[in-house]
């Protein structure tokens, strides 16, 4: 909870999300982001006249497993509307929106808070729309230059009931979003490049009382970290502002990344005019209750789904259950390797271990990993069936897998003379030799210093270049000591 003695902070959250279509919401354009200026547009996208645009079903698809996905109702009859203002990054005049039958309504995702606590956040509502162009401005010293690659590609914004009281309450909300939308492939969830872009509406009330005050809307945030710290901000200066007596005003601020501030943009007491209409060019959306089943049909598993199986059903707990779900490629990953053992600790241990690493270590991803899960799965059971130890897999096997992937693991076992050493011959030798060398020790250990255990282990192990079965070794010392 943000709040001090007087006041505590509301916010709600107005959250856009780009949607991963490979074309338009209303043409066929191609969407796609860092492609050359003005080169991914149509006299449709353009606005035009005489243009008409078309429904681009993929992007319904998209917006109603959202919606499944945060227990929304589905709405059947889908009217679209015109946001009707005038500015240079909308080249038709107006906006197409749903003003007055969003696709979902209601809903709720549930946050787990930095302690570990868990709170319900209600949806009002996820409606469809499509996107501006983009203002260039740091391209040239006079102008401000026009993109309008960005312009109509299919947007949902999802709105949330005023129902959070801290930026961390935010920040939990946007990253379950985030992670979200990537499980269902609907949005990339990256917010530096504007394709999940979150406004704050922040208000304070007297602790105690239940009216809502006048809130400000803030925008420009590009990082969830930015989203909590402009809460913060806001919660600091409205309370100033209550306590010296000045009224808060309904406004527009910008968030100033640099001085973790906000500023005034405009003054929202004026309310903008903006003249929905219904949208003449597009017939309503019918969707049908066949149409939701399919979606439903070939929605991927969710991660709470997931987080569900890992931690209870397949015994690993919550730690491991909830890093293995922090993405949907990590759960596949690790899915895969179960499909070929039961040993499910050990691979989730391999997955968030030394896979994870080299995802981290090459600032790569687990799609170009280039290790197969069954192989992985192989490395689990040689272990398990004694043939090598952990290290042995982990400091050699699993090297020599990245540098030649379609190796199987036995061989290089067998190439590299790898396998432990459980010739008990050869073994009894090398016991023999390290009691031969250590006679002090031995009468040390025979005097009751049974430590000394590791210091003779170690030496086996060391003549037999880390081949020695360390249990075998260890029953065979004990008894030659005895
Ligand atoms: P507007 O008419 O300004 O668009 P809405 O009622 O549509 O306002 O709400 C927009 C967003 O602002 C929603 O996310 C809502 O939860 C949030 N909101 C509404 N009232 C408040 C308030 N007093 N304090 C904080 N957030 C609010
Ligand atoms: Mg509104």
Redesign the pocket.
């Given at each position: 909870m943000l709040k001090n003695d007087k006041y505590e902070?509301?916010?709600?959250?107005?959250i856009h999300s780009q949607l991963l279509t490979k074309s338009k919401a209303f043409c066929s354009d191609q969407v796609a982001f860092g492609e050359p200026a003005n080169t991914l547009v149509s006299p449709i996208s353009l606005g035009h006249p005489g243009t008409l645009p078309v429904h681009n079903k993929e992007a319904v698809n998209m917006a109603i497993m959202l919606g499944l996905a945060c227990a929304c109702d589905i709405t059947e009859y889908n009217t679209y509307d015109r946001k009707n203002y005038f500015y240079a990054d909308l080249p038709k005049g107006y906006q197409i929106t749903q003003l007055g039958t969003p696709i979902c309504l209601n809903g709720k995702v549930e946050i787990t808070l930095p302690g570990g606590q868990t709170k319900i956040i209600n949806l009002?509502r996820i409606h469809m729309e499509e996107d501006t162009g983009k203002g260039l401005h740091d391209l040239d010293i006079e102008n401000t230059l026009m993109d309008y690659n960005r312009a109509g590609t299919p947007l949902v914004e999802i709105?949330?009931?005023?129902?959070?009281r801290s930026g961390d309450e935010a920040y939990a909300f946007l990253s379950e979003i985030r992670k979200l939308v990537r499980y269902l492939g609907v949005c990339d969830g990256n917010m530096e490049e504007g394709s999940l872009r979150c406004?704050?509406?922040?208000?304070?009330?007297p602790i105690g009382t239940t009216a809502?005050?006048?809130?400000v809307?803030v925008k420009n945030m590009n990082s969830m970290t930015n989203v909590k710290k402009a809460i913060e901000y806001e919660f600091e200066r409205q309370c100033k502002m209550a306590d010296a007596g000045e009224e808060i005003h309904?406004e527009t601020r910008n968030f100033d990344a640099l001085q973790g501030t906000t500023f005034s943009m405009r003054s929202?007491e004026l309310v903008n005019d903006y003249r929905f209409f219904p949208e003449p060019d597009l017939p309503p959306l019918i969707v049908s209750q066949e149409w939701i089943s399919n979606v439903k049909s070939a929605m991927p598993a969710l991660p709470k789904e997931l987080y569900n199986k890992f931690n209870t059903e397949m015994g690993l707990g919550d730690y491991d259950a909830s890093i293995l779900t922090e993405s949907r490629d990590i759960a596949e990953y690790f899915l895969a390797i179960c499909e070929h053992t039961q040993n499910y600790k050990a691979a989730a241990n391999w997955t968030m271990g030394a896979v994870k690493n080299w995802v981290n270590s090459n600032a790569s991803h687990i799609h170009v990993f280039p290790i197969a899960a069954a192989t992985i799965a192989e490395l689990v059971s040689s272990i398990d069936e004694g043939v090598i130890n952990f290290s042995i897999a982990e400091q050699q096997v699993f090297p020599a897998l990245l540098i030649n992937p379609s190796q199987k693991v036995s061989e290089i076992i067998a190439n590299q003379n790898l396998a432990l050493m459980d010739d008990d011959d050869a073994l009894q030798t090398w016991v023999n030799e390290v009691l031969a060398e250590f006679p002090d020790k031995v009468a040390e250990y025979r005097a009751g210093k049974s430590n000394l255990m590791g210091l003779f282990i170690g030496q086996v192990k060391k003549k037999s270049s880390g081949k020695a079965d360390p249990k075998k070794t260890n029953d065979l010392l004990t008894k030659s000591l005895a």
């Open positions: 902070v509301i916010v709600g959250l107005e009002t709105v949330t009931e005023p129902d959070f406004d704050a509406n922040v208000s304070i009330r809502f005050g006048t809130k809307e309904s929202k």
